[in-house]
């Protein structure tokens, strides 16, 4: 390629990528103003509120922390979303997911607590996704099997998930001590290793961001890759030119099911150390809500998983100091993605 | 004479793509009005706009002198406008009466009163000799009683012009002479009819008048007594296309014997034997096939929409299950191959129904032309593709396929019909394959991209590659075809060697009648 | 006697539970009978508990807090129609946007009024309305006569809808834009205007069926109380092949589920509670095993019509 080329060609890039920002940009924007006049009827002092909001990530090295540690299962349950996406399924399952995902690291933690962290660590991870998978299995053979719509047993397969960490949390491996239903902690072996100490950030940020690195290159770059995509683009026509969909429906649901099983063994093995029962929070919605502004696209999702991030710790920030409900940058979140959505539809006219 | 419609300036774009240019049309009372022209040509377009389907960009119209704004097919119906859609528009679960009652006024909607509608259908199919069962699901009918339907629900309306998109498709010659005889009866009575079509031979047969469109502009209108026929081809190619060359307008008898007629090898490539497809509810779509196709042959399987074609095109790339029979190519038995391993061995294939079949909307041009090669060199290096060669032969395929689109990145959504066909074409004609279905290729080509798809096909069979050709154009398969498989309810009815092709046979035979009876 | 009594009494409560079944299924099939697939139940009845709550409680009467819990499901109804009948966007997108939105928004609207607290305000139950002579019938009145009213209504909307759907004009035309709608288009049916009325009367059923939950059985909103009957009716749209009086004998199989895994609950003793809560997610599993076999879905179900898209 000759050199003129090759610079026309990155401008072109650079070109796209800005108008491809701007529909962005436009929908935080609107969202802000629209949230804005809410909270200003509510009594609060909005600027402020913003000022808190999008700041406390980075104004203290505790917030950037913070905004980090939200971060990890964030981005892992939006791809643990879109990767099924890729696929054309939608998997509503991911707090389940990440629930046996995270008993699964608890039972291995707990039960063998004295190996050493080499044997131990893997070993704990390893049962997080393949807990996570085998959760996401049963709606991916149902699929397979009888047809059965995924959206429905994914959802569905969420709240037997809750009794059973329930069951877990409070008969099997019961703290006496806490209040909460809770488990004893797990042994040191299988607790993730330290980034930094104080504040403490474990190394579950940068697995996770390998994580989305090769779902990125998986998608983009393999063959099987890119047959889900055509499976996801047309699963009809994917058929017809030899891609067995089926198997690829499956595949695509199980493979998420293991990375949402990731996210609750990174929040077992990391900032928790123990399994506790609601350690799922919102990551779940929020996770759906970063895919579905990212629109799939793998390239974004870390960058919206991020931006989410620093909403959800400024808006914790925000209650703690100024009194607004935190469930106002759900409000917020969700505008964006509708205003992301609509700016589809006027770009389309 | 009295003018019954006229369409003044009427301009309609579908994005980037011009599909009329200020087409203006005048039609007469009385009088079947046939609207002449190849594919992409905008008749269809035009009339979507009279019934209110599509919204015009310019242009009026007039009907018995006064200007009408039409918004909806409720307002074409509203003033006396019906049409009778190509692809049935019908309820497949709802019965006949159901089908044709559905939106029209009544006195009061929360009740149903279909006997008396189902008396009034009846009245009509007499007085128009066209027979229905009115009870009966519209889904389980032949596709012969379906387009009656489909005219019913326009005269139920009491309609005074008549539109018919491509009426003939899915009849047979006896059966378009019964549809003809129909017209002219609806004429007689009063009604106006407008007849589209891209066939020569029908407006000939049927029309008092002709309007040609060609690239979205009427070319000419003339009455049929005046007119030769020579006049009315060339005004449907322009200047794009020398008739004289044209494979699409030869005479077959002497033109392609010399040209394309080789001798086929007796030795077949594919056999397909007493192949039985079965439905899960028992429903047998495949009966006892036998047939065979030899290298450099192009084998046709003629027959009306809907009799199987689809099932066996599929029970070949492994896409139905077969129940019995068996499938050899090269002597390899390939009954059980997944369509995965069929494509590697070299079959390609064009399915017919591109969009849903064929077509990745949500993908880019260069994805969507790799579809069924992205296990294979150049494409791929094991396990990742290599996206710098897709695009470059990407490129290369745009160019020589000539499928009109800003570059490999487009978005597939953003191509029009014409050129999603093509890219179905370029994937199968791409790569050397030895043995090709296509069905139903030149569906939605304007005529030149047709004259491009015949020569490919020859030339496939010069190169000695062996193709199955299904189609529901029996001038097409008259055209190219070495021998021509009939097939009527899923059985081969007959084989016809090239001296035996004739169009009233074929037609017979498509009704179920067996060679020679 | 004792056991007769016994039955009485959960057949009581089967009817009870019932109401949010069969509304909020009816409403996700008669949307989905125009193509419409709706799939924020889970939000729509959420805000409608949210809502219906609190207009209850600050206006003093259930009969207002229906009405705007009703009102708010008809906003989200539109919304989708908006979306998805007009501008063309992915049902499932837009749905699952809705339910997010739902999701946020019943619990702000409650912390906004009611602040948070560990004494929320209490609303009255909806009371019984015995209908008069009927009611006395042995066995069968308690049970089907001595209701509250919406148990009544659901009964009733159940056949209306039936009637409608398979003897009208109007439902013939309804049933036909979620079959082909193209065909519909060219005769004249206005599709768009049959799926805005449809959605938005869908979705107010989905609103009254989360707003019946704090009125029977919590007098106050938390933000678990749907616990995922909003999922669970759209299997129950499936188990009830898409079908009015289907899907009023298959609430019947649901709420009697939900009655005796809380029961057995109750009496204790044989399994973890944990079990018995899971029992009707995962009944509902296997319930989907044979409806997905024989239900027979619109043909159009969740794909948005475009009069000018050219090539099909």
Request: charged share 15%.
């Amino acid at each position: 390629m000759s050199e003129v080329a090759h610079t026309s060609h990155v401008r072109d890039r650079t070109e796209l990528l800005i108008r491809n920002l701007i529909p962005y940009l436009i929908a935080v924007l609107a969202s802000f103003a629209a949230a804005g006049v809410f909270i200003a009827i509510m009594g609060f002092d909005v600027l402020a509120a913003y000022e808190t909001i999008l700041l406390t990530s980075f104004s203290s090295a505790n917030g950037f922390v913070q905004t980090l540690l939200k971060f990890v299962p964030l981005l892992l349950q939006a791809l643990a979303f879109t990767v099924p996406l890729a696929a054309g399924k939608f998997n509503i399952g991911g707090e389940g997911q990440l629930i046996v995902g995270a008993i699964g690291t608890a039972a291995v933690g707990i039960m063998l607590a004295d190996l050493p962290a080499i044997v131990l660590l893997p070993m704990a991870l390893g049962a997080g996704i393949v807990f996570g998978a085998l959760w996401a299995a049963i709606p991916a053979w149902l699929l397979y099997r009888f047809g059965i719509n995924e959206i429905l047993t994914t959802v569905l397969m969420n709240f037997v998930a809750f009794s059973l960490i329930d069951f877990v949390a409070t008969e099997i491996w019961r703290d006496p001590a806490a209040g909460h239903p809770t488990t004893v902690p797990i042994g040191a072996g299988a607790q993730l290793p330290l980034l930094l100490s104080n504040p403490r950030l474990h190394i579950g940020v940068v697995v996770a961001l390998l994580i989305a690195l090769a779902v990125y290159v998986f998608t983009d770059r393999t063959t099987a890759g890119y047959e889900m995509i055509a499976t996801g683009a047309n699963p009809r026509a994917a058929r017809v030119f030899g891609i067995s969909v089926k198997r690829m429906f499956s595949f695509s649901l199980i493979l998420g099911g293991a990375i949402a099983g990731l996210s609750g063994a990174i929040e077992v093995a990391g900032p928790h150390r123990r399994l506790i029962e609601g350690l799922q929070s919102n990551f779940l919605l929020l996770g759906i809500i970063i895919g579905l502004i990212a629109k799939g696209n793998h390239k974004a999702v870390p960058f919206v998983a991020f931006f989410i991030a620093v909403l959800e710790v400024g808006a914790s920030a925000t209650q703690r100091s100024l009194g607004v409900p935190g469930e106002m940058i759900f409000i917020i979140e969700a505008l964006i993605l509708l205003f992301i959505l609509f700016s589809d539809v006027v770009r389309r006219r | 004479m009295d003018t019954i419609l006229e369409m003044r300036g009427v301009r309609k774009s579908f994005g980037d793509v011009v599909a009329l240019k200020d087409v203006s049309l005048a039609v007469n009372r009385r009088e079947i009005h046939g609207l002449l022209g190849g594919n992409g040509a905008g008749k269809t377009t035009l009339m979507n706009i009279l019934y209110g389907l599509y919204e015009p960009d310019a242009g009026e119209i007039v009907v018995d002198g006064k200007a009408i704004e039409i918004d909806s097919p409720r307002d074409a119906i509203t003033h006396g406008i019906g049409m009778v859609h190509q692809h049935f528009l019908q309820v497949d679960s709802f019965t006949v009466t159901e089908n044709v009652v559905l939106g029209s006024s009544v006195e009061n909607p929360f009740a149903l009163n279909l006997e008396q509608a189902a008396q009034r259908i009846e009245e009509l199919s007499r007085q128009f000799g066209l027979e229905v069962p009115p009870d009966a699901v519209v889904g389980a009918l032949s596709m012969g009683v379906r387009q009656r339907v489909e005219i019913l629900k326009a005269l139920y309306r009491g309609v005074d012009i008549l539109i018919l998109d491509e009426p003939t498709t899915n009849l047979t010659p006896q059966q378009v002479e019964d549809l003809f005889r129909s017209l002219r009866v609806m004429v007689e009575k009063g009604l106006s009819v407008i007849f589209i079509t891209h066939k020569l031979r029908e407006v000939l047969a049927a029309c008092d008048r002709v309007s040609v469109l060609r690239h979205g502009q009427k070319v000419l209108t003339v009455d049929r007594e005046e007119v030769t026929p020579e006049a009315l081809v060339q005004a449907m190619v322009g200047d794009e296309l020398d008739v004289e060359e044209s494979l699409l307008f030869s005479d077959r008898s002497d033109t392609l014997a010399g040209r394309a007629r080789t001798q086929a090898v007796a030795h077949p490539l594919v056999s397909v034997d007493a192949l039985s497809v079965v439905a899960d509810e028992g429903h047998v779509l495949l009966d006892n096939c036998t047939f065979d196709i030899c290298d450099g042959e192009i084998f046709g399987v003629a027959g009306i929409a809907g009799n199987g074609q689809q099932v066996l095109a599929e029970a070949l790339m492994g896409l139905k299950p077969v129940s019995s029979g068996k499938i050899a190519i090269a002597g390899e038995s390939v009954t059980d191959c997944e369509t995965r391993e069929l494509l590697a061995m070299g079959v390609s294939y064009v399915p017919e129904n591109r969009l849903s079949d064929g077509f990745l909307p949500r993908a880019n041009v260069a994805q969507n032309l790799i579809l069924g090669m992205q296990r294979r060199p150049p494409y791929s290096r094991g396990l990742f593709l290599d996206w710098k060669q897709v695009f470059a032969e990407a490129q290369t395929l745009i160019r020589r396929f000539n499928i009109k689109t800003q570059g490999p990145e487009e978005m597939g959504a953003n191509l029009s019909g014409g050129n999603i066909q093509r890219v179905m074409l370029a994937r199968a004609f791409a790569h050397p394959s030895r043995f090709l279905i296509v069905h139903n290729p030149t569906q939605g080509l304007d005529i030149p991209s047709a004259e491009f798809v015949y020569s490919l096909l020859l030339e496939r069979k010069k190169e000695g590659a062996a193709t199955l050709l299904i189609s529901e154009d029996e001038d097409e398969l008259f055209l190219l075809c070495d021998r021509i498989a009939v097939i009527y309810q899923g059985e081969i009815v007959g084989i016809l060697e090239r001296a035996e092709f004739d169009p009233y046979q074929l037609g017979k035979m498509m009704t179920g009648v067996r060679a020679g009876e | 006697m004792e056991g007769l009594e016994v039955f009485e009494n959960l057949a009581e409560l089967v009817m009870l539970a019932l109401v949010p079944y069969v509304l909020a299924s009816q409403g996700t099939m008669i949307a989905g009978r125009t193509g419409i697939f709706n799939v924020a139940q889970e939000g729509i009845m959420l805000v409608g508990a949210s809502i219906g709550f609190l207009a209850a409680f600050l206006l003093g009467s259930l009969w207002y807090g229906l009405l705007i819990a009703a009102l708010a499901g008809g906003l989200f109804g539109l919304i989708l129609a908006y979306f998805t009948a007009t501008l063309k966007m992915d049902q499932f997108v837009i749905g699952l946007a809705l339910f997010f939105t739902g999701l946020g928004f019943s619990t702000l609207a409650f912390k906004v009024v009611v602040g948070v607290t560990l004494q929320p305000p209490l609303i009255p139950t909806l009371q019984a309305v015995p209908i008069p002579l009927l009611h006395r019938i042995p066995i069968l009145g308690p049970i089907l006569f001595e209701q509250n009213v919406l148990v009544y209504f659901s009964i009733i909307l159940s056949l209306l809808l039936y009637y409608f759907l398979f003897h009208t004009r109007r439902g013939l035309e309804l049933r036909a834009v979620g079959e082909n709608p193209k065909a519909a288009d060219s005769l004249g049916v206005p599709v768009a205007r049959l799926q805005y009325a449809t959605t938005i009367f869908g979705s107010m059923l989905m609103g009254l069926a989360g707003a019946y939950l704090p009125m029977v059985y919590s007098s106050t909103f938390t933000e678990g109380i749907v616990q995922g009957r909003g999922w669970l009716a759209i299997a129950l749209t499936f188990f009830g092949g898409w079908r009015p009086d289907f899907i009023f004998l298959g609430a019947l199989f649901f709420a009697a589920v939900e009655v005796l895994a809380l029961r057995v609950q109750v009496a204790g003793g044989i399994l973890p509670y944990q079990f018995l809560l899971t029992l009707p997610y995962i009944t509902t599993i296997l319930v989907m095993i044979f409806a997905f076999r024989w239900a027979r879905v619109p043909a159009f179900l969740g794909m948005n019509y475009d009069r000018e898209q050219r090539s099909l």
